[in-house]
């Protein structure tokens, strides 16, 4: 008798469990697994039927022993629980988890991240609505042994624990924050839209601490839970993504090389390095600047390729700016002004000793002149940059937009641009890129320069901003300003602490405007605006969360830099 054969009525009984819960259509059949290695197999759901592994998987195996009763075969007790809590476990997607999502541009591991904390809320879910479900689930986590305190699927798996046993702990700083975050929207678990920001977050502090995942041996860490491949749809690998069985290769075709994660693939080379300059760090606890640490690594873009398109077409941005007063510029001999001429008052005077008939024209006024302004534009190049807003656009690309509009309205006037980037990796490694410095001509085409702007790792904006205010303190122009693009409040690898960067970058802006540098903000992510606005400022921000509003929003703003104090 095979294995399969010896379960079907077992899982014949879990079928009728699927339709007491209301899955008319639900059906439960074994899953064979090919004979290939990987990681152990999980449940898969495929539409409306459940496969089950005729075998647990390897921690479950190891817990045979306790988990058996008097009387039961090994491991017959505890493979009973974990069919039967994947068969509820399934219940819940079906009724309560949206399906074949778009996965847009998101990463593999931002996709397991979000499979991983639907499945907790579905589980979570299930144990509110069925109280005795509760025992079940807690009682397979219970008998998890214990796991590596590293690697993604090890925190995938801290995470879950902590979210579906309220006894456990754990002090794993990105554990617990998942796990506030996560309890904070404890009260919406009906709605599953209400935990993606969850997910955006945890997804990008995994990102700025280096965690890397493997997609060849992960899989869901708890063996209940299904591969959650029914939940996202892969365009064009829709129909793949549905299969249910792994399928060894025809004997001797060639056997297709395997996937390789984003995060696994090889570095770029870095661009070359020009100098490395070093900066101190605002301390806001101890009150005051730890001298030299931070070091600022500034990089050289390489040349555009000759042979680049020609630039599309683009509504030009026409920039308004307002008109100050130059007390430079003295207009003699008016009929009115703001004080009397001196030199007119004297000429009066010897026109009566010579009996000539004097000029009435006795005012002086200050003249109007715009007055010349450097511009520097500061590019936020972190990881969440990569990240798509809700108009289906990342944020690189928003800041690129923004730029290119500014770049080709400036081309031809008397302003002096320079555009920079920056990201970072520890205090040590501030990477400031150079993509167009003071002086240097606008390109035809700002998209070829562009081009080097990519995203790169965390953000350490103060520093950036020191190093880009003692760049424009080598300016001679009468206004010299500095335009931060971004897209959240600043993080690094090595600070744990999230208020010591912002304070640090409310610091760095504070000194900058200390040597007559302005300092602006335009922030394209709204969440953020509590940061932005101890950093610049009430009056030193703006938010840009719609794409058709940032050629206005340019503008205005453009008009308020260069229009006065």
């Given amino acids: 008798m095979t294995c399969?054969?010896?379960?079907?009525?077992?899982?014949?009984?879990?079928?009728?469990?699927?339709?007491?819960?209301?899955?008319?259509?639900?059906?439960?059949?074994a899953l064979d697994r090919p004979p290939q290695d990987g990681p152990a197999p999980?449940?898969?759901?495929?539409?409306?039927?459940?496969?089950?592994?005729?075998?647990?998987?390897?921690?479950?195996?190891?817990?045979?022993?306790?988990?058996?009763?008097?009387?039961?075969?090994p491991g017959d007790t505890l493979l009973h629980d974990l069919h039967?809590?994947?068969?509820?476990?399934?219940?819940?997607?079906?009724?309560?988890?949206?399906?074949?999502?778009?996965?847009?541009?998101?990463?593999?591991?931002?996709?397991?991240?979000?499979g991983a904390i639907e499945d907790v809320r579905v589980d979570r879910l299930l144990m509110r609505r069925h109280p005795g479900l509760t025992r079940?689930?807690?009682?397979?986590?219970?008998?998890?042994?214990?796991?590596?305190?590293?690697?993604?699927?090890?925190?995938?798996?801290?995470?879950?624990?902590?979210?579906?046993?309220?006894?456990?702990?754990?002090?794993?700083?990105?554990?617990?924050?998942?796990?506030?975050?996560?309890e904070a929207q404890a009260a919406r678990l009906d709605d599953a839209e209400a935990f993606r920001a969850v997910v955006s977050v945890l997804a990008n502090d995994l990102g700025q601490l280096r965690v890397r995942m493997n997609l060849q041996t992960y899989a869901p860490?708890?063996?209940?839970?299904?591969?959650?491949?029914?939940?996202?749809?892969?365009?064009?690998?829709?129909?793949q993504a549905e299969t249910t069985l792994r399928r060894p290769p025809p004997q001797g075709a060639r056997q297709p090389a395997p996937p390789q994660a984003p995060e696994e693939a090889t570095d770029p080379t870095p661009l070359p390095e020009l100098a490395r300059h070093d900066y101190p760090e605002w301390h806001y606890r101890l009150e005051r600047a730890r001298d030299n640490w931070c070091?600022?690594?500034?990089?050289?873009?390489?040349?555009?390729?000759?042979?680049?398109?020609?630039?599309?077409?683009?509504?030009?941005?026409?920039?308004a700016r307002s008109h100050r007063l130059d007390r430079s510029q003295r207009i003699r001999r008016q009929w009115e002004g703001d004080e009397l001429d001196l030199d007119a008052a004297t000429e009066v005077f010897i026109d009566r000793r010579l009996g000539l008939a004097p000029d009435p024209r006795l005012f002086r006024r200050n003249g109007r002149a715009?007055?010349?302004?450097?511009?520097?534009?500061?590019?936020?190049?972190?990881?969440?940059?990569?990240?798509?807003?809700?108009?289906g656009r990342s944020v690189l690309d928003l800041e690129c937009e923004a730029v290119t509009l500014l770049m080709d309205a400036l081309r031809d006037g008397e302003d002096r641009l320079e555009v920079a980037g920056f990201d970072s990796d520890g205090r040590q490694a501030v990477n400031y890129l150079r993509l167009l410095d003071f002086g240097q001509p606008v390109p035809a085409d700002p998209a070829a320069l562009l081009g080097a702007a990519r995203p790169g790792l965390s953000t350490r904006l103060g520093a950036a901003v020191r190093h880009a205010t003692a760049r424009l303190?080598?300016?001679?122009?009468?206004?010299?300003?500095?335009?931060?693009?971004?897209?959240g409040a600043p993080s690094d690898i090595d600070v744990f602490d999230a208020r010591h960067l912002v304070e640090d970058a409310a610091h760095a802006v504070l000194e900058a405007r200390r040597r007559n540098v302005r300092c602006f903000c335009l922030s394209l992510e709204h969440a953020s605006e509590a940061d932005v606005r101890r950093i610049f400022g009430h009056g030193g921000y703006r938010i840009v969360d719609e794409p058709a509003r940032l050629a206005a929003t340019l503008t205005r703003s453009y008009a308020e830099l260069t229009g006065g104090r």
């Fill in 42 to 73: 999980r449940p898969v759901l495929h539409g409306a039927t459940l496969l089950l592994p005729a075998a647990p998987s390897a921690w479950a195996a190891s817990g045979a022993a306790s988990g058996a009763t008097a009387g039961a075969a």
């Fill in 221 to 239: 860490p708890l063996p209940w839970h299904d591969d959650n491949s029914h939940l996202w749809a892969h365009g064009a690998d829709a129909e």
């Fill in 4 to 29: 399969v054969d010896s379960l079907a009525p077992r899982l014949a009984a879990l079928g009728h469990v699927m339709h007491a819960f209301g899955i008319d259509d639900g059906d439960v059949q």
């Fill in 370 to 391: 715009v007055p010349r302004t450097s511009l520097l534009l500061l590019l936020d190049l972190s990881a969440s940059t990569a990240d798509l807003q809700p108009c």
């Fill in 473 to 487: 303190a080598q300016e001679a122009s009468a206004q010299r300003t500095l335009l931060v693009m971004s897209d």
């Fill in 136 to 182: 079940l689930f807690r009682h397979l986590l219970r008998g998890q042994p214990g796991l590596p305190q590293v690697g993604f699927e090890a925190l995938i798996a801290r995470l879950q624990r902590v979210l579906l046993d309220p006894q456990a702990d754990d002090d794993n700083a990105w554990v617990r924050k998942g796990r506030a975050l996560f």
């Fill in 295 to 319: 070091t600022v690594i500034e990089r050289a873009v390489p040349p555009a390729l000759a042979s680049a398109p020609p630039p599309p077409a683009r509504a030009p941005l026409r920039l």
């Fill in 84 to 114: 039967l809590a994947a068969t509820l476990h399934a219940i819940g997607h079906l009724r309560h988890s949206p399906r074949r999502q778009p996965p847009g541009k998101r990463k593999p591991m931002s996709l397991a991240l979000a």
